[in-house]
């Protein structure tokens, strides 16, 4: 558009010209070799400007027909370019389809019209091709050749990055990861490998300056960076908690500012500031993260954080604790476990079935039963409440890649992830469950006389405790019976929960002490 303008403009000024000398006659007069030529003035305009179109067009064709080997020799090469890289594009969405057969072929052809100097990309192609084909040692080999190359450097340790990972050598993985992160700290992959592997070494301060040139990248979110820093933070005082309680506090605290709800972070912040006699400030953590999610070990610290407290003392803590999150379970439980202590058992009691009622699980259940134990000695419905905690859904712990912990540990044991451990519930039990107590049904007791002579063994009270539960959902019978030539009479015995009006009579000190004899089946 611009060259039509230009040369609109130099035809309207060549126009004007020829115009303003039409408007003025003239006559030249030119003395040439004896000679004298008179024309007039727009003649010899004309005659100028021909001349010089004369030139520069004979000019033109001269430098042509100079310049036409190159010009056809580039026209040619041009084509054969072109063909090339159709090729190779036609190629990469093979690879990329898997069609390793075509991949291979347009390589081949794309290797003939384009050199890989030229085209770094007919060695990715080649090295895609050879993974297509199954060919893995010769692709690690094209990745290590490119490795040469500062274009394709990247490139290469990605490659080799990928196939440590299939072949499940993290050792060498990481040592790739590495070598791309310091290069191009911006690759999310290599950081993220680096980030596992300072980890998993222990190295908190390298694992944090990463982070942190991961959020200057812009790789991540501010929130999640914030969040990464609170874990490694954590990490670094859980680590630092014995050597140098300083530092470690330092880091805790520093952790607990950027994620303030997480829990870990409160807990060992509120920890170290308590052995320093700073139980005001420690108080105050544990309350803030307990508003935003209760968790018992912040219950457990937040009780005990004065050691010359009595028992009531710590009641009214945990009480104070349930105002600030009422109606839940996890506030029960902390004032149950806190009047247990104190022998409030009526407090204890109420609560632990508002927890029941709120969050039934297998804590509340053995809370419960503690309860009973304490207070009452009521074997049977201590047994009926352990029952029911066998049943109850498991109390939530620290889960992370199938693993359950009751520690937070900072990666993963399986995979060495970062913050993979979170606070919930693990799966349910696996198998069948025991029967509810009102569905179970009592054995019939067969006559003394009807019980037939069968094979017996001794078993001592402590193994006849250790029995699975799972043979009383199975309903097995086990009958005591007497040795020949004894005169005992035949007992009974069974390992099904007793019933909630059993009276719980426990058995006498000399039946406990004596081995039992069980009918095998």
């Given amino acids: 558009m611009i060259r039509i303008l230009i040369?609109?403009?130099v035809v309207f000024a060549l126009g004007l010209g020829f115009a303003w000398l039409a408007d003025r006659p003239g006559e030249m007069l030119v003395t040439f070799n004896g000679y004298q030529y008179q024309v007039s003035l727009m003649v010899a305009a004309v005659a100028i400007v021909a001349v010089v179109a004369a030139v520069m067009i004979l000019w033109w064709l001269v430098k042509s027909l100079w310049n036409s080997p190159y010009t056809i020799s580039r026209y040619f090469r041009v084509r054969r370019r072109d063909r090339g890289y159709q090729a190779l594009s036609t190629g990469m969405i093979a690879a990329g389809a898997g069609d390793g057969t075509l991949a291979r072929k347009k390589t081949k052809e794309a290797a003939k019209l384009i050199s890989s100097d030229q085209e770094p990309l007919i060695n990715l192609l080649d090295a895609q091709a050879s993974l297509l084909e199954g060919d893995h040692e010769g692709a690690r080999e094209k990745f290590e050749r490119?490795?040469?190359?500062?274009?394709?450097?990247?490139?290469?340790?990605?490659?080799?990055?990928?196939?440590?990972?299939?072949?499940?050598?993290?050792?060498?993985a990481r040592h790739y990861a590495g070598r791309a992160a310091a290069v191009a700290p911006q690759l999310a992959w290599a950081a993220e490998s680096t980030l596992e592997e300072l980890t998993e070494r222990g190295d908190w301060d390298g694992a944090l300056k990463l982070v942190e040139s991961q959020k200057s990248t812009r790789q991540i979110e501010r929130?999640?960076?914030?969040?990464?820093?609170?874990?490694?933070?954590?990490?670094?005082?859980?680590?630092?908690v014995d050597s140098d309680p300083n530092t470690a506090r330092t880091a805790a605290v520093e952790a607990n500012k950027l994620a303030p709800e997480f829990a870990p972070a409160a807990v060992i912040a509120a920890n170290l500031l308590i052995r320093q006699n700073d139980v005001r400030k420690g108080s105050k953590i544990l309350e803030t993260a307990w508003r935003a999610e209760p968790h018992p070990d912040i219950a457990e610290l937040y009780t005990h954080a004065r050691p010359g407290d009595a028992v009531l003392d710590r009641l009214n803590r945990a009480r104070k604790l349930q105002e600030m999150k009422k109606n839940h379970a996890e506030s029960s439980m902390a004032v149950a476990r806190a009047a247990l202590d104190a022998q409030d058992f009526a407090t204890a009691r109420r609560e632990a079935e508002a927890a029941i009622r709120m969050d039934r699980r297998e804590g509340a259940y053995l809370l419960l039963a503690d309860i009973e134990e304490a207070e009452t000695g009521d074997q049977g419905k201590v047994r009926q409440l352990l029952s029911k905690a066998v049943r109850a859904p498991r109390d939530p712990a620290w889960v992370a890649d199938g693993v359950v912990s009751e520690r937070w540990a900072p990666v993963s044991p399986v995979t060495g992830k970062l913050d993979a451990f979170t606070w919930r519930a693990p799966m349910e039990r696996l198998g069948q469950l025991i029967e509810s107590d009102a569905d179970v049904a009592v054995p019939a007791i067969p006559a003394a006389s009807a019980v037939p002579a069968e094979k017996t063994i001794d078993i001592a009270p402590d193994a006849l405790a250790a029995k699975p539960a799972a043979e009383a959902s199975n309903g097995m019978e086990k009958e005591t019976a007497a040795a020949p030539g004894d005169g005992e009479a035949v007992e009974q015995a069974s390992e099904l929960p007793r019933l909630p009006d059993d009276p719980g009579v426990a058995p006498d000190d000399e039946a406990e002490k004596s081995p039992r004899r069980f009918r095998l089946f």
């Fill in 7 to 9: 040369f609109l403009a």
């Fill in 146 to 172: 490119m490795l040469d190359d500062p274009e394709m450097r990247l490139l290469g340790l990605r490659g080799l990055y990928l196939e440590a990972e299939r072949l499940g050598d993290r050792n060498a």
């Fill in 223 to 240: 929130d999640a960076a914030n969040r990464r820093r609170a874990v490694l933070l954590t990490a670094k005082a859980q680590a630092l």
